[in-house]
């Protein structure tokens, strides 16, 4: 159905109401799609909209605490009955304030209540929540914003706000903005307590109106894609995708209803971090704490202590951060002690083992193991009550989720993109293997199309989480979901006999040497960082050139107020650097003269990388070591730290021509 159609006609039965439609697949803002139900099981799910799903939590959990945040050094906490009141308040001052339907409400802040309650109050006025990265620039938030049409911007304090007043004069929709944290100075923004007040006032009757015009199969929230190929595009997902990828992954995960406590610290902007702090959590009646805005600067650390979660979904960073910290702990441990750390280890590692092979017996010594050093490191690390372990958004070196297996913390990777809700294959620990994304749940389908020989082929998604379109873009949302409803990823992997997926590139990354050998370069990377330990980053080089070269960077130390990246090494890499007889202490050290000794121990593990090569064509020939490692304030990464590949390349072709100048 057309978006004139949909607003010719009124439909007066929401807001779980289906509009009649036979496409899969829409780039309007009004349109409506086919939702794809299925006829048994998770497939058949009644469909329903987003303040359907919360008026239920509000109803089924009205007394648990739904959102807990810190202030003042006071934890404040609402209710579920409390939170739906809140989100129908704000709702009622958002119309007031000029929210159309089909127009943004932009967020612009680090993740608390009234993050929350803006990005479901927009859905509950008929609007578009549209959450906008912190570390955005404000012409990048411009264009997010100019995309969604919006009209009203929530920011979190004066140096976000800043980025708003900046492009205010380019944004003709735009109606009100409102602070959210302190008290406004500037003129015409509101504050938080004021836009509460106004709602409070306001009868109920407009938004009731904007309720029953709503439907299941239309768009309700835009997640706007990192940047890392082009422009960002806003991907538009129905009420139907978030409530029923709640819904499945709820239940293939297996939350206990009105148990479950999360900490949320991952940037909401990114659609993981949206359905597992507010969809699955609405779903399930999951509490959820707040982390400080410094969270991924050091304060994590604490708050995971104090709150004790029993999920945890972090990016690979963190995992790496964790992983680094518990390293230099064992540094310290000398003698007998380290003798029983290491035996302790060998049977996590062989509980790993028995559980991808579908063997849950436990060793006959693991209560000794879990007693003297696995708990211990729960208790430390503020995990004792966690029972879920998932690392998400980018890939994680096999090492780490070895290392974290050895000391039973089963840490197992999630694999989506914004156009599947986030989550499509899961690995649980009753269902996983080192190095794959999980296996794909019962209402989540994969097919892999244009296989090699070996199996590697094309990555296709199907189902009820399959976004609806891009906003305004409607050759990119061809190119991207084909008329049958599949979503085709530009992902290469390959599927096992067990049907767990394993990732092995993309197809844009894909190198074509000048010899016409395809070359995926994940997987060489990856082999390069496991055989060196002091890598932070590395890139391969060699679309359409003669030979493969690659561009190394060491782990170093960040500025956690800035997120620059300092020249001194991690412990990590000083001790790699420190094992080989090398003083060096900074990546200058290592560069000056240069280092022999670390130029030996790099190219010796590049000359192994290569033993591991399937052709003489994916032979490193090669390397040269960076400066600096790769940050998203260097501009090389992207929000969730992924690498943009085309901007590295550009930003070291000085460095890259040189490997090729005969």
Not at 620 to 644: A, H, R, V, Y
């Given at each position: 159905m057309t978006e004139s159609e949909v607003t010719k006609t009124e439909y007066l039965k929401g807001p779980d109401q289906i509009i009649p439609s036979d496409v899969l697949k829409t780039w309007e803002p009004t349109g409506a799609v086919k939702i794809k139900i299925g006829k048994r099981g998770v497939d058949a799910h009644t469909p329903i909209s987003v303040p359907s799903l919360l008026k239920k939590a509000a109803d089924k959990f009205p007394d648990v605490k739904a959102l807990c945040v810190k202030r003042d050094g006071v934890w404040k906490s609402i209710t579920y009955r409390e939170y739906f009141a809140q989100v129908c308040n704000i709702a009622k001052a958002f119309i007031k304030l000029g929210l159309e339907r089909f127009h943004g409400v932009c967020i612009l802040?680090?993740?608390?209540?009234?993050?929350?309650?803006s990005d479901l109050a927009a859905i509950f006025a008929g609007g578009f929540a549209s959450g906008i990265y912190t570390t955005n620039s404000p012409e990048a938030c411009e264009h997010c914003a100019k995309s969604c049409?919006?009209?009203i911007f929530v920011v979190e304090n004066q140096k976000q706000l800043d980025k708003v007043l900046q492009i205010r004069k380019n944004l003709p929709d735009l109606k009100a903005i409102i602070q959210y944290i302190g008290k406004p100075t500037s003129d015409g923004v509101l504050s938080w307590d004021d836009v509460m007040d106004l709602g409070k006032k306001e009868p109920d009757m407009e938004l009731d109106s904007r309720l029953i015009r709503m439907a299941a199969n239309q768009c309700c929230t835009l997640i706007f894609t990192s940047g890392t190929t082009g422009p960002p595009k806003g991907v538009m997902l129905s009420h139907d995708n978030m409530s029923w990828t709640a819904h499945a992954n709820s239940v293939n995960i297996d939350f206990a209803l009105g148990k479950e406590v999360i900490i949320s610290f991952l940037p909401l902007s990114h659609v993981a971090a949206q359905m597992s702090d507010i969809y699955m959590c609405m779903y399930s009646g999951v509490t959820v704490y707040f982390a400080q805005p410094d969270a991924l600067k050091g304060s994590l650390a604490a708050t995971m202590k104090e709150v004790r979660p029993t999920v945890l979904l972090s990016v690979p960073r963190v995992w790496e951060k964790i992983y680094e910290k518990l390293m230099e702990v064992g540094k310290s441990t000398k003698g007998v002690k380290k003798s029983i750390v290491t035996w302790a280890k060998s049977i996590g590692l062989e509980v790993c083992e028995r559980r991808q092979k579908q063997d849950f017996g436990k060793p006959l010594l693991f209560p000794v193991a879990n007693k003297i050093l696995f708990k211990k490191i729960k208790m430390a690390l503020g995990l004792d009550r966690c029972k879920i372990f998932i690392s998400a958004a980018a890939p994680i070196s096999n090492e780490i989720l070895k290392y974290f297996h050895s000391i039973n913390i089963p840490l197992t990777e999630i694999y989506g993109m914004s156009e599947s809700c986030g989550p499509h294959t899961v690995g649980l620990e009753t269902a996983f293997k080192i190095g794959s994304c999980g296996s794909t749940p019962p209402g989540f389908y994969t097919k892999l199309i244009n296989k090699d020989k070996d199996g590697n082929g094309e990555i296709c998604m199907y189902g009820r989480h399959v976004s609806m379109g891009y906003l305004h873009m409607e050759d990119e949302i061809h190119e991207a979901i084909d008329d049958e409803g599949w979503l085709h990823t530009g992902d290469i992997g390959y599927l096992d006999l067990d049907d767990f997926l394993f990732i092995t590139g993309r197809i844009k990354e894909l190198i074509v040497t000048a010899g016409g050998e395809n070359v995926a370069p994940v997987n060489i990377e990856e082999i390069v960082k496991g055989e060196l330990p002091c890598i932070g980053n590395c890139m391969l080089i060699g679309d359409r050139r003669k030979f493969l070269s690659i561009l190394l960077t060491m782990k170093t130390d960040m500025d956690m107020e800035t997120g620059e990246l300092k020249d001194s090494l991690l412990p990590t890499a000083l001790d790699w650097c420190q094992s080989l007889g090398s003083e060096a202490k900074t990546v200058q050290d290592v560069l000056k003269g240069p280092d022999a000794k670390v130029m030996k121990a790099i190219q010796d593990g590049i000359d192994r990388a290569n033993s591991k090569a399937i052709s003489n064509?994916?032979?490193?020939?090669?390397?040269?070591?960076?400066?600096?490692?790769?940050?998203?304030?260097?501009?090389?990464?992207?929000?969730?730290?992924?690498?943009?590949?085309?901007f590295i390349a550009e930003k070291y072709s000085d460095v890259i021509e040189e490997f090729y100048n005969e």
């Open positions: 802040g680090f993740n608390s209540p009234e993050w929350f309650i049409r919006a009209q064509a994916q032979r490193i020939q090669k390397w040269t070591l960076l400066p600096k490692d790769f940050s998203i304030p260097g501009g090389e990464c992207g929000p969730t730290m992924k690498m943009k590949r085309s």
